[in-house]
Every structure is written in structure tokens, then in C-alpha cells.
């Protein structure tokens, strides 16, 4: 978000950046035309910090070499840091196959505090449970899919909310934020829905977008809807608050 905000600011292109090394993002990888803008117009390396706070906070370090070629991964392990991905029943899975990210390493937590019923939970079957899901590559770098509690559940069908995101980014230049939830549905149970904030002066035609998502995406993944918004609520380190924004459009259905 903060790198999309300095890349639109009307003073950008008069600022001298010849200084720049290297720029370090957080959090959840960059859409790939976002990166390949920072790349071009910051014209230093980009790295991707990976993990959260109960890691504190790192994981895995999203290498400069990896930012073109691996677009979507979150990279590899952090000296200490022991990460596996690891099946509903707590077995650990091959290389290729989805499942949770899980940790272990003198970086975790010690446990939530006087919680021993989510620290025992988090800790089940020796790993620290990320709640993310992911999977490993062949060459050992790490891809995250989503959230668990963001997977979309939509006519029997799971789908990630980020890779119907990263579509919108990709179809869409005029869309600055864009956020996809699963809203209540008496149909789909969940329906796929994209929350977008226009960049100034923009407008998003609903059909035009969806027209467009449709060449990238299954069509089980296209959103059934798209609602234009002025803003996305956020945290104090500006990632976006993805429950709040399902409460607010809870309604948009009918249910």
C-alpha cells in the first residue's frame, strides 16, 4: 500500500532516488504489475519480509533474485527458523501439495497470554500453526495461497480470495486497493465479491471488469459482484481489515 501511495504521489517523478539499494516490503506479496512498476521506477532491489507477530516477526526472506520469477512466493527460510506445510491430520507434506504453513524455531512464542486452550491449539503436533495456507516449490521456496479464514467457500468450491484479487490488479490499471471476501448467499453460500477503491480521477466499469476477469480466471472464481468503495478500513499498519469490510457489505445479497 505505501509503496503504491509514494509510486501515484504528483511529486514522485521530480524525486532524486539514484541512493536507493534497496526497499524492503512486509505482510503478503506485491501483485505482480505493482512489483514490476516498484522495480522499474525505484530502479533498486526489492525484498519481501515474511512471517507474523508470534514469529517475532520474520520467517522467510523473499529474496531480490526471486521478485520476476517466483511472483507470488514469499521466499525461503530465515536462519532458525524451521517451516513445513502440514496436512489436517498433522502430517508433514511433500513438496507440491497445499496445506498449513506451520513453524518451529527460538524465534516462536512461548504462548498466548492466559489463553492455554489457543496455545495449545496453535501448538498442536509440535509446529506453530500459521493459519496461512501455502505449499513449497521443488527449489525450496515457499508460496503462500491465503488466509484459511479468507478461502473462499463458493458452491462447493474453495477458491483464494488473493489469486481473484491479483486478477482484478492485472484487469483493472484504474483499481488503486482491491479487496475479495465471500458474502452470504442463498445460492452460493458464499458469493465471491471484489471491494475496489478507484485510483483519483478513475472510474471502474462493473461489466468491463468482470468481462475481463473472465479471460484470466475459472469461471467459478469470478466475482458475482463488485462494489465501488472511497476506502478500505485498515490497521494501523495498513493492511486491510478484510472481516470489517465483510460486516459492512454482509447485507449486499439480501441475507
Request: hydrophobic fraction near 40%.
Amino acid at each position: 500500500m505505501m509503496f503504491r501511495a509514494a509510486l501515484d504521489h504528483p511529486s514522485f517523478g521530480g524525486r532524486d532516488l539514484s541512493s536507493l539499494r534497496r526497499a524492503v516490503y512486509a505482510m503478503a506479496p506485491m501483485p505482480d504489475a505493482l512489483i514490476r512498476r516498484c522495480l522499474d521506477k525505484f530502479g533498486c532491489d526489492f525484498a519481501l519480509l515474511f512471517g507474523q507477530t508470534e514469529m517475532a516477526p520474520c520467517a522467510t526472506l523473499f529474496r531480490p533474485e526471486h521478485q520476476l520469477t517466483h511472483i507470488g512466493a514469499v521466499g525461503t527460510p530465515l536462519t532458525g527458523v524451521q517451516v513445513a506445510i502440514m496436512g489436517p491430520g498433522g502430517q508433514l507434506l511433500p513438496p507440491g501439495e497445499l496445506g498449513e504453513i506451520v513453524y518451529r524455531g527460538p524465534s516462536t512464542m512461548q504462548g498466548y497470554l492466559n489463553n492455554p486452550e489457543a496455545t495449545d491449539a496453535a501448538f498442536a503436533h509440535g509446529w506453530f500453526h500459521s493459519g496461512d495456507v501455502g505449499r513449497f516449490g521443488d527449489d525450496g521456496v515457499l508460496w503462500f495461497a491465503d488466509r484459511y479464514k479468507d478461502v473462499i467457500k463458493t458452491g462447493g468450491e474453495n477458491v483464494a480470495s488473493i489469486e481473484v484479487e491479483k486478477a482484478v490488479y492485472a484487469a483493472a490499471p484504474g483499481v488503486a486497493e482491491a479487496v475479495v471476501i465471500g458474502l452470504p448467499h442463498e445460492r452460493w453460500s458464499e458469493a465471491i465479491t471484489a471491494v475496489v477503491v478507484p485510483k483519483p480521477g478513475e472510474t471502474i466499469d462493473h461489466g468491463q471488469l468482470i468481462k475481463a476477469l473472465k479471460e484470466r480466471l475459472d469461471g467459478y472464481k469470478v466475482p458475482k459482484s463488485m462494489i465501488v468503495v472511497d476506502e478500505l478500513p485498515k490497521t494501523s499498519t495498513g493492511k486491510i481489515q478484510k472481516n470489517v469490510v465483510r460486516e459492512r457489505h454482509a447485507s449486499h445479497y439480501g441475507g
